[in-house]
């Protein structure tokens, strides 16, 4: 277990509908990372938030955006839901913003029929 | 874009051999991480090197960092069923925060 927790473990949504996926952190750890898993791409790092604010941004997509809350869990929040949504996310969260391990929660499983 | 290449993508072997997956990148990366993702569960690090040509041994799972920072290898001894799982390869860069480029990885099955 790896402590970073992840809501829902699965969702299935239509194209064009909007989803909301949660994570809570680590106890005492300040950074969350979204990470999106798809077959043919592999991990792609989407966005890090440190202690509320916006720290590094990857390859996350205009129709998708995320935030960190005063209690440090984060959304990611994904609209306008094409079929090459489907994917794994993850989270996962480190101490700080650098040079720290990362640990991953265990995923949401996103299905756009 | 830094990318990181694994070799081989696929690897099936029998109990008690060895093994070697590759990662590669023309990139310089000031850290490199090992993690072992199972179906159904985030990945999980194995280990994290950081100097060039660091080596870190984890029972019979042996890491190598390059020279150069470029480039890792991760060394399975007599491997295990329980080894079964897939092997990323994760680079840190980015001053002032701790991105990571994953690899492809390399899904590795070990038959009984």
């Known amino acids: 277990d790896s402590g970073v927790t992840q809501t829902p473990k699965h969702l299935i949504t239509a194209t064009g509908q909007r989803v909301t996926l949660r994570c809570s952190p680590r106890s005492g750890d300040l950074s969350v990372y979204w990470y999106q898993q798809s077959l043919d791409q592999g991990l792609q790092f989407l966005i890090q938030y440190y202690n509320g604010e916006e720290r590094a941004k990857g390859n996350i997509l205009e129709r998708f955006s995320a935030q960190q809350f005063p209690d440090l869990h984060s959304e990611l929040n994904l609209s306008s839901l094409e079929l090459g949504d489907s994917a794994l996310y993850f989270c996962?969260?480190?101490?700080?913003?650098?040079?720290?391990?990362?640990?991953f929660g265990d995923g949401t499983r996103l299905s756009i029929l | 874009t830094q990318l990181l290449e694994q070799s081989p993508q696929f690897l099936s072997i029998q109990e008690g051999e060895n093994l070697t997956v590759y990662c590669n990148s023309s990139s310089v990366f000031s850290s490199l991480q090992w993690y072992r993702q199972e179906p159904g569960e985030g990945p999980v690090l194995l280990v994290t090197v950081v100097t060039g040509g660091e080596v870190k041994k984890l029972k019979r799972l042996t890491f190598q960092f390059g020279d150069a920072r470029k480039d890792s290898s991760l060394h399975i001894t007599a491997a295990q069923p329980g080894d079964t799982g897939l092997y990323l390869c994760?680079?840190?860069?980015?001053?002032?925060?701790?991105?990571?480029?994953f690899g492809k990885g390399t899904k590795l099955s070990v038959i009984p």
């Open positions: 994760a680079g840190a860069s980015g001053a002032g925060s701790y991105q990571l480029t």
């Open positions: 996962a969260s480190s101490p700080t913003y650098s040079n720290q391990p990362q640990h």
